[in-house]
């Protein structure tokens, strides 16, 4: 490992700063988790008591989020020892905190090493400090998505990335790559550590591949060689084989997950555009874009002399394409492109750093004289640090300032609404479980958890008949959804009578439904005729979460009917 050269001392010293005080700013929010986190975390809690996914309950992501998840489960019933088979909110956000932190820190710890020990000459290792000052930032700027899959991805990937970064700056200054940094195990590692971050979705693979395909047309069109990277074909060995789970499970798990789970998964995304749900997220999507093309404007004419731009910018545009390939339009699908922005603006500053502009003006005030030339940068650097992080501070505080539901709750609205979140505990008895029926994930699964309460049945998430009803309105046929004819009417008789069975079986002390939509659908199949049987209509409530986080993740636009189920001696009466 080589030591660090003196004038790179300051971008090293302030990469680490910045680093750490991401760290330590997220920690002041550590009650902010979104409900995609909440919803692995669940589905990792049962099958940590021996459920197995699809078969036993609804869930719609990869597996590999829910493998991921299993020690925030294990860490959470250490810190508080779960009531009922429930664990406190408190205790899933601040284990999910503790180890994401510590991903990041192995992550930023490993690209460190990477850059420091990379053989390059002085430009292009300062550019290498650069980059690694902008991911310093860009895990300062995740927000309120801390945690989620893309966070964890571009975490996962970061050491593979900057490992190819360090091959490409020395094959712009070579005929070959020279030496690779480290062993053959640290480079499998790395490869790992992207290809199991890219199983989290299977687009992300879409990253990785991207990239490497624009360094390899980039060296082919200019003739120079190209060597195959062992820590790429390992990525791929890595993603491939996180897979394997598939391989586990039983044959009636894998045919719901074929059958109709993922058809419907993937059906909604051409279906359900939300593109402006949950505008004033941290950070604002608008603000993200805008950033993005001011980085790739300054990217244009500086690409030729800063090689590094290149894959960076393919970084991003990759990021881009996910963001709109996802079609929801929810912040934490825009985590890539935060990302990857922060490194190109990090590496644009660099050029600026090396340019004539702090010579030009030493030369207008002679009496900085060059021998001060690099304190002035070291001033500019500092100064430049601590603006990223105010701003990104001062427009979170905005953000939450500017989230009315944070403030007033449903009582904005009309003062004789219950908040939905008071209606679990007043209507239901202790050990008791309820069952939240509504046409999103968000914000019903945040709820889920701070109500902290069991959740009654195999569906620990109702999107799927969002989904179907989302068919159903656009008229579509069972083969425009790459199905035979009558998988839309089996499919939904099965996924109501599985809905009335759970009712039966599981005798939830509360059933909360969504106006709308998800009403009129319950009313249509005679759901709800079957739950007045057992349940009295008490009261009308308004979602209001009390997880102080993104709009997108407390709307108090959700109105609900609460049922309470009906004691003994009132159906009697009945």
Request: contains cysteine; proline residues 5%.
């Amino acid at each position: 490992m080589t030591r660090i050269q003196r004038n790179l001392l300051p971008i090293v010293l302030a990469a680490l700063a910045i680093f750490a005080v991401s760290i330590v700013y997220r920690a002041f929010f550590v009650s902010d988790l979104c409900g995609a986190v909440c919803y692995e975390v669940e589905a990792a809690k049962r099958m940590l008591q021996g459920q197995v996914p699809f078969r036993d309950f609804y869930f719609d992501l990869p597996l590999t989020t829910v493998y991921l998840r299993m020690p925030t489960v294990l860490l959470a019933q250490l810190i508080s020892a779960p009531v009922n088979s429930v664990l406190s909110f408190r205790a899933i956000a601040l284990a999910s905190f503790v180890e994401i932190s510590l991903l990041a820190v192995l992550s930023f710890a490993l690209c460190f090493y990477i850059v420091q020990a990379s053989k390059l000459d002085k430009v292009s290792q300062k550019q290498l400090w650069f980059a690694l000052l902008g991911t310093a930032i860009a895990n300062l700027a995740m927000g309120y998505s801390y945690g989620c899959a893309q966070h964890v991805f571009a975490l996962l990937l970061s050491p593979y990335f900057f490992l190819r970064l360090s091959a490409w700056l020395k094959a712009a200054n070579s005929s070959d790559t020279g030496d690779k940094i480290g062993n053959p195990w640290f480079r499998f590692f790395c490869g790992l550590m992207a290809g199991f971050g890219a199983s989290l979705d299977p687009l992300f693979i879409i990253v990785p591949i991207t990239i490497e395909v624009v360094e390899l047309l980039t060296r082919y069109l200019g003739g120079k060689s190209n060597t195959f990277a062992d820590e790429f074909f390992w990525l791929l060995v890595s993603f491939l084989f996180s897979w394997s789970y598939l391989l586990g499970l039983d044959q009636k798990a894998l045919a719901e997950l074929f059958d109709w789970i993922i058809p419907l998964k993937y059906t909604s995304y051409y279906l359900d555009q939300i593109a402006y749900f949950g505008l004033g997220a941290t950070p604002d999507r608008r603000d993200v874009i805008y950033l993005c093309t001011a980085a790739a404007l300054g990217a244009f004419g500086l690409v030729n002399r800063l090689p590094l731009l290149r894959p960076v910018m393919a970084f991003m545009m990759s990021g881009f394409v996910l963001y709109q390939m996802g079609m929801s339009g929810l912040s934490t699908d825009i985590l890539l492109l935060i990302w990857a922005t922060c490194m190109a603006f990090a590496v644009e500053v660099c050029y600026l750093f090396d340019s004539s502009f702090f010579a030009s003006f030493c030369r207008r005030y002679p009496k900085l004289s060059y021998r001060r030339l690099p304190k002035v940068q070291s001033a500019a650097l500092v100064a430049l640090c601590t603006l990223a992080f105010l701003t990104l501070a001062v427009l979170e505080a905005m953000q939450r300032r500017d989230n009315v539901t944070v403030w007033s709750g449903p009582q904005a609205i009309d003062p004789t609404y219950l908040e939905l979140a008071d209606s679990f505990p007043k209507y239901c008895p202790p050990g008791a479980s309820i069952m939240i029926l509504n046409g999103r994930l968000l914000p019903g699964f945040p709820l889920y958890s701070q109500a902290e309460k069991p959740i009654a049945g195999y569906f620990i998430s109702t999107e799927p008949f969002s989904s179907l009803a989302n068919i159903e309105n656009h008229n579509l046929a069972d083969h425009m959804v790459g199905k035979p004819s009558g998988w839309i009417v089996t499919t939904k008789q099965k996924m109501f009578e599985r809905l009335r069975s759970d009712i039966k079986v599981n005798k939830p002390g509360v059933i909360v439904i969504e106006g709308g939509q998800t009403f009129d659908g319950l009313e249509k199949s005679g759901i709800i005729a079957q739950i007045l049987l057992d349940y009295t209509c008490k009261c009308e409530a308004r979602y209001h979460s009390r997880c102080i986080g993104a709009k997108e993740f407390a709307d108090w636009n959700y109105r609900y009917n609460v049922y309470e189920r009906k004691h003994e001696n009132e159906k009697k009466a009945d």
